[in-house]
Each structure stands twice: as C-alpha cells, then as structure tokens.
C-alpha cells in the first residue's frame, strides 16, 4: 500500500484521551492528530520521536490529521491500525499471500452473525472469514498481542471457531507493523482470557497468520511471515517491557 500524498514529518508532543495526539510540526505549527490505535501502545510511545502523519482534507473532520507512524530505535513502527485492514485485502484480492492465494473473489467488512470481519475470500471450493489486527508491542526478540485487554476480540476469535464449525474457513491475521523482532506471541499477561480463546481457536481448527511489515513514509507493505508461538512463557522475563 502507498500512501497517496506525502505524509507530514513533525515529533510527537504527547497522546492523550487515547484517540488524540499533539504534534509539533517541522514549522513549529503544533496540530492535533487523531490516534486510531485504542491500545496501550506499549513500546511504540515516546514523546520526542519523529512522527509522519496524514492530512485529512475533510471539512467534518475535527482533526486535520491522522497519525501514521513513529521512529522507535531508529526504525518506523506503524500506528494506524486502519492500514493493515487495506494491506491484507489488497494481497488477498492479488494472490499474494501463499496458503490465501487461490480465492477470485475478495470483500471487505463482511457480516457473520453478529460479527463484521476484515475480509471474505472465496472460490468455486470454499469460502473463508479472515480477522486482522494490527500487533506493534515489542517484548524481546517477540511482538505480543494484544497490549491491551480485547473484549471485541475475544468476541471475533469465537465467532470464528463458529465460522469453522458451520464448514467454511477460519483465519486470524496479525499484521506486525515494525521490523525489530522475529516472533509472534500472546500478551498472557496483558488480557489471559484472549490468549486461551485464541489458543481454543486454533485448536478448532482456526488458522493464524503472522506477517511482517516494512513501514515506510512511502508506504507499508507485507514482506514476510512470522513463526507463531503461542505457548506460555516458562520465563516471566519475557514480560518486562
């Protein structure tokens, strides 16, 4: 995916009200960006740190701004959690996704009970519900989900073990917008009833995907998969943060 105008530079003031953050720009100009990311942001806030946003020409806006990405550790970490929706869509629609790249057909935002996921695929064989979300807490040599407790996505991994039950195809897509770690795991810590659920889910037969994505002001794109890990840890260290 590639943004379609250059994204503004500036460095983060502070993230407040959990959707709202200060920016100060390169002119000196301070703005309010809208923050879509309703986590913690553990590991991906620091106030001082370079940061690209979007300009939003849309007069009902009342933010200006959408903020994109920030520069932890000298690389870009990915902040809106919109993006990897469009990502995984787009390489779904194009095949580019190996074990997700025989569907002809790709929608997005389709409804299952009383759940709406990111994607549907299908073909003349089967069909296929896909969740994505987005993962940016860095803890080690792992990214951990979620950073926050995730009643909504409790909710999706058990009505995807009925999109399995009733025949069709279940994933769970975890979109990692940051290149400084090499394995997928679960934030035990953070939110237990989601890691069991998720560990249930698979156990019924629901997929997980984990992708790397590299995160650019030019754009963001998927550009490997993870191994995934979802035991818990025997060393606690690997909660510190």
């Known amino acids: 995916m590639q943004f ?26 301070i703005v309010v960006a809208h923050c879509t990311n309703s986590g913690s942001m553990k590991t991906c ?7 690209y946003l979007t300009h939003v020409d849309d007069p009902k806006r009342k933010t200006k701004y959408t903020w994109e990405m920030i520069k932890i550790n000298a690389d870009w970490v990915g902040v809106n959690t919109g993006i990897p929706n469009v990502i995984v869509y787009e390489a779904i629609r194009d095949r580019q996704i190996e ?19 990111d994607v549907f695929a299908k073909n003349e064989q089967e069909a296929c ?5 987005n993962v940016s807490m860095k803890v080690g040599e792992y990214v ?21 039950e009733s ?5 769970m897509f975890y979109v990692i917008q940051r290149s400084d770690i090499s394995v997928f795991g679960l934030a035990y810590d953070i939110d237990l009833a989601y890691a ?10 629901v997929e ?8 650019k002001p030019e754009g963001i794109t998927l550009v490997k998969q993870l191994p995934v890990d979802l035991n818990f840890p025997s060393d606690k260290g690997l909660f510190d943060i």
């Open 144 to 164: 951990r989900f979620p950073d926050a407790v995730t009643t909504r996505g409790k909710k999706h991994l058990e009505t995807l073990i009925r999109v399995k």
């Open 208 to 215: 997980v995907f984990a992708y790397q994505a590299e995160v």
């Open 99 to 117: 074990g997700l790249n025989t569907y002809t057909e790709a929608k997005r935002e389709v409804k299952f009970e009383d759940s709406r996921f």
């Open 4 to 29: 379609l105008k250059p994204l503004v530079h500036g460095k983060l003031i502070k993230r407040y009200k959990r959707f709202l953050a200060d920016v100060e720009l390169d002119n000196g100009e």
């Open 129 to 133: 519900f896909i969740e994505v979300k």
């Open 45 to 51: 806030i620091e106030e001082g740190a370079e940061v």
């Open 167 to 171: 025949g069709m195809r279940a994933v």
């Open 196 to 205: 069991e659920t998720l560990k249930k889910a698979v156990a019924s037969g």
